[in-house]
């Protein structure tokens, strides 16, 4: 037998091979295939206009209103009834908005993703998913048309480069950081039609939450798919939400890998990504002092429970200053009601910052936090691009929930450890 | 197999979606003309009052990075571009081209080689490009794009399968 990594072996068990090989075109079986409130009407009406109108297995499909929710224009009321019709007509799984949430964080919570499947959807952060041990990526409408139609989908094999991460993570770097650096080290396009497969010793620390975000922003970087080989962890998280039987797959010794990249995490701060990159992270005591109009916590990014009580730690008993704002955007109705339970609700609340509904909201410039020109922004988010979430004026910074929690309760940049607070979290 | 001839717009690396289509129209943009529109509204206001039918696009690494919106392909299709020639492309962006028409052509020298706004001609029978620099070969699509293609997008390349099924 070929020794195979991770991804060659999802990829080739649903082609049907014993094997695959970079570069291969390959016609693969979906496990799942999912679309949303922006995505999804397109996909649909590419059926319609071809005279398909029944999906291959409407088990398989799932349709999230996430963006624009609750829907702010008629216009966005229709596409989501648009995905309702198809859904109810088909007996394919919907989730009703104030039940739902951001799809990629939804999908891992509901069970709909287990490790050794494989999973498209119109969204380029489908390979969030990536994060339980799953092949996962992102298509456009019509290629998620055409899944829906057959069940497959054609990729071409990505070779894979191993990113170790080495070391304990100081107070206060998240996952976010590590991909701000990996960012920083390889460039927007440096796993351009790669597969980034994240092994080493850090791991053991990440929960799930931070490990969805390190597949989450592998897009960034152009991959194909971020995945996390299955260990114990990931288990014990599918089990609790999986009654389908699966077969988790780890990579083979020996494996071919196009290239190593190491990050010595143990060795990292805070990052914070200038505009109008991603890939233009620099620490955060390097941009102190930055005046900021607006702080937002939210998106499939940094939008998880993890990324709440990180932020909620640092805010708790104190208030932002009247010259700042913070829009804090739960990813999913399970995350709102869980941080509801724990009180980091009443905490951001109690701050004087904006508690929103869950969805993907401010991050892609649509609604609850949109930005006017010459504004300023700190976002947890994933993309700082012109525009992105909004004026093309305003500038936009990514950082982690800490740096996020720092920078509103003074309304500049801030590096979370001149602030006192967060114990019991970080060590 | 046709030539295509046009001017040449030219732009930098890691040109990406929120530039070429700005989130905030996928879902209020719906019509051709709408959509057209908006292309590379925040990157070059002149392109869409100035953009010719057949005008190609040129671009270093990356083109098309971010996010899947399909738009980001449609609204240059429905400015009547013929083809974008970067040094590399966002995947998701090359797929969304293929299957809405757009050709999409990776080839580092010419992306370098052409200059804004000089004729550029592409020849696909001879998979060439050729711009006041010289004459550039770029690799012919693989079999499964080419059947993409030829069957007139993806959906029509499927449909067949669908209906093999029923």
């Known amino acids: 037998m070929v020794a195979q990594t991770i991804t060659e072996k999802i990829l080739a068990s649903h082609a049907g091979l014993s094997s695959v090989r970079p570069g291969q075109f390959i016609t693969a079986r979906v496990d799942r295939v999912m679309a949303h409130d922006i995505t999804g009407p397109l996909a649909l009406a590419q059926l319609e206009a071809h005279g398909i109108d029944r999906p291959f297995d409407p088990e398989r499909i799932v349709l999230v209103p996430d963006h624009l929710v609750p829907s702010p224009t008629a216009q966005a009321a229709q596409a989501i009834h648009r995905l309702r019709a198809f859904a109810r007509r088909h007996g394919v799984t919907f989730f009703e908005v104030g039940r739902g949430g951001i799809a990629h964080i939804l999908l891992l919570e509901e069970g709909l993703v287990a490790p050794g499947e494989l999973v498209v959807g119109a969204d380029s952060h489908t390979c969030t998913l990536g994060a339980v041990g799953a092949f996962a990526t992102g298509l456009g409408s019509t290629d998620t048309a055409a899944a829906m139609a057959t069940g497959e989908v054609w990729l071409r094999v990505p070779a894979t480069i191993r990113v170790r991460l080495e070391g304990s993570l100081p107070r206060f770097v998240m996952a976010k950081d590590i991909m701000l650096a990996l960012l920083a080290q390889i460039g927007l396009d440096g796993a351009a039609y790669r597969a980034l497969e994240f092994v080493g010793s850090t791991l053991a620390e990440l929960d799930l939450d931070e490990r969805a975000t390190l597949c989450n922003m592998a897009v960034e970087a152009g991959a194909k798919n971020g995945i996390v080989p299955p260990d114990p962890r990931t288990l014990a998280y599918v089990e609790a939400r999986v009654a389908r039987p699966f077969t988790p797959v780890v990579s083979d010794p020996g494996a071919d890998y196009l290239d190593e990249v190491v990050i010595r995490c143990s060795h990292l701060e805070p990052l914070v990504a200038e505009p109008h990159s991603p890939a233009r992270g620099r620490p955060v005591s390097e941009l102190a002092g930055l005046r900021v109009d607006q702080v937002f916590l939210g998106s499939c990014t940094n939008g998880k429970l993890t990324d709440l009580r990180v932020a909620a730690a640092l805010l708790r008993g104190r208030r932002i200053p009247p010259h700042v704002r913070m829009v804090v955007t739960p990813a999913t109705q399970s995350i709102y009601r869980e941080a509801l339970a724990e009180g980091l609700l009443e905490v951001f609340v109690q701050a004087g910052a904006v508690v929103t509904g869950a969805s993907c909201g401010a991050c892609p410039g649509l609604h609850t936090g949109v930005l006017g020109p010459g504004e300023v922004c700190l976002a947890t988010t994933n993309r700082n691009f012109r525009g992105r979430m909004g004026s093309p004026e305003a500038r936009i910074y990514l950082a982690n929930p800490a740096v996020a929690a720092a920078t509103a309760l003074t309304g500049v940049l801030t590096d979370p450890r001149a602030v006192v607070g967060g114990e019991g979290l970080f060590v | ?166």
């Open chain 2, 1 to 166: 197999m046709p030539t295509l001839t046009g001017r040449a717009w030219k732009y930098g690396h890691n040109v990406n979606t929120d530039v070429l289509f700005p989130g905030k129209y996928t879902y209020t943009a719906r019509g051709r003309e709408e959509i057209a529109r908006h292309a590379l509204e925040d990157l070059d206001p002149r392109f869409v009052q100035e953009v010719q039918p057949g005008d190609v696009i040129v671009a270093g690494r990356n083109f098309g990075c971010g996010s899947s919106r399909e738009q980001a392909a449609t609204c240059l299709v429905y400015n009547g571009v013929s083809a974008v020639i970067a040094e590399s492309f966002g995947r998701i962006f090359y797929r969304n081209a293929i299957n809405n028409g757009l050709l999409a052509i990776p080839c580092p020298p010419a992306a370098q080689a052409i200059q804004p706004g000089e004729t550029v001609t592409v020849d696909l029978e001879h998979h060439l490009i050729r711009c006041a620099a010289g004459e550039f070969p770029f690799p012919p699509l693989s079999d499964t794009l080419r059947g993409i293609v030829e069957a007139g997008g993806l959906v029509a390349y499927i449909r067949g399968k669908v209906r093999s099924n029923e």
